[in-house]
């Protein structure tokens, strides 16, 4: 691991990363150069999809990426050790750092996951940037609320 960080030194990388108190990393925040220049083009919308998904390690995986044109194109990839709002606001401030330290502009619209941590994290990084629900995540909750509901109407009948 400590070879990989000595690789995201470099100048074509942005990343910072924390270690835990027996010196093991616990986050981990990265952007490739080519990412970030086209983030400079292309700033106005942030799908920030944070689901985590665990990967061999127990390990889990934030994605934060951007759609225009059909096309998904990271703009930075972020690993903790635990799904917290405290890690979402590690990620965040992160992502919110490169975007200072590179001239990107703030997104106009951010569209993310339902999940409240993140939610609380961009009211306050982003308090100024509408955030919305992307429509998979609202036609989901759409559904299982019809479902629950003919579910109790067929119990009444």
Request: aromatic share 12%; with cysteine.
């Amino acid at each position: 691991m400590e070879y990989v960080l000595e690789q995201l030194k470099f100048d074509e990388y942005f990343s910072e990363h924390k270690v835990d108190a027996v010196n093991r990393l616990s986050h981990l925040f990265m952007s490739i150069k080519p990412a970030i220049e086209i983030y400079k083009e292309n700033p106005d919308a942030l799908l920030m999809d944070c689901t985590y998904k665990t990967n061999y390690f127990n390990i889990p995986f934030e994605y934060c990426r951007c759609n225009w044109d059909e096309h998904y194109n990271s703009r930075g990839t972020s690993f903790s050790t635990r799904g917290k709002e405290r890690d979402y606001r590690f990620a965040i401030e992160q992502l919110r750092s490169m975007m200072i330290l590179h001239n990107i502009s703030l997104p106009q619209l951010i569209l993310v996951d339902c999940e409240v941590a993140i939610l609380n994290v961009l009211d306050v990084l982003f308090p100024d940037v509408p955030v919305l629900l992307c429509l998979w995540h609202v036609e989901k909750n759409i559904q299982k609320k019809h479902a629950r509901q003919d579910a109790l109407q067929q119990v009444r009948d």
